[in-house]
Nanobody
Framework: QVQLVESGGGLVQRGGSLKLACAASSPTFASYAVGWFRQAPGQEREFVSVISWNGDNADYADSVKGRFTISRDNVQKMVYLQMTNLKPEDTAVYYC????????????????????WGPGTQVIVSS
């Protein structure tokens, strides 16, 4: 089992940057794929990005490609989401999520793939 805690959210102007962090508690963190999801008011929680257990593979939602970068440090048990050129439509609560991989190149894009979730961190982008 793993516990996740996000940090780094806040208020930023359009075009600005934020770096979100996700701290994990499990000693087997390196065997987990980790994703970021977001949920805006009145909307479904949606996929943002995912990184494989070893950091070799990553994927992004089309809406954030070229602006967001995911990375991880398995020694520190951290996953990061660097967000640049932020837009008002990026405003949401951002969640870190994880699951134990089922095969070598396993990194899921679906909410149902994930077993563990953090409480979320709020990002507000003003226009």
């Amino acid at each position: 089992q793993v516990q996740l805690v996000e940090s780094g959210g806040g208020l930023v102007q359009r075009g600005g940057s934020l770096k979100l962090a996700c701290a994990a508690s499990s000693p087997t963190f390196a065997s987990y794929a980790v994703g970021w999801f977001r949920q805006a008011p009145g909307q479904e929680r949606e996929f943002v990005s995912v990184i494989s257990w070893n950091g070799d593979n990553a994927d992004y939602a089309d809406s954030v490609k070229g602006r967001f970068t995911i990375s991880r440090d398995n020694v520190q048990k951290m996953v990061y989401l660097q967000m640049t050129n932020l837009k008002p439509e990026d405003t949401a609560v951002y969640y870190c999520a994880a699951y134990a991989i089922r095969y070598y190149e396993d990194y899921g894009l679906r909410r149902d793939d994930y077993d563990y979730w953090g409480p979320g961190t709020q990002v507000i982008v003003s226009s």
